[in-house]
């Protein structure tokens, strides 16, 4: 019996002690808006490979990710996914107008 529990004891300190997952980038300290359906703020988000892993807590976020790459924002906003498609509708309608021969 006593067997048994040592070894219960000892599988639950290895549950226990998980080591933190790897991610190439983890923001902390920020103002990031997340544009979902609750328009949620969160201070925190981890990103591999280019895709958003998890987004919350700093605190929480730091201690579930080792990341290669960490980023103090002090408390700057952080708008993701926000692109800047900038044109001036006069000129860019002028050119539509034009036929375009590059590359016949």
């Not at 300190?13 to 983890?26: E, M, R």
């Not at 919350?56 to 730091?62: A, D, R, V, Y």
């Amino acid at each position: 019996m006593k067997k048994t529990i040592s070894l219960l004891t000892i599988l639950l300190f290895v549950i226990a002690c998980k080591q933190p997952k790897k991610v190439d980038l983890l923001i902390v300290n920020a103002k990031v808006y997340t544009v979902n359906d609750s328009m949620k703020k969160v201070n925190s988000f981890a990103v591999k490979d280019g895709k958003f892993i998890a987004v919350g807590n700093s605190k929480k976020l730091s201690d579930l990710y080792e990341a290669t790459t960490i980023v103090d924002a002090k408390q700057k906003s952080i708008y993701p996914g926000l692109i800047d498609a900038h044109c001036h509708f006069l000129g860019m309608g002028l050119v539509a107008q034009k036929i375009r021969l590059e590359g016949t």
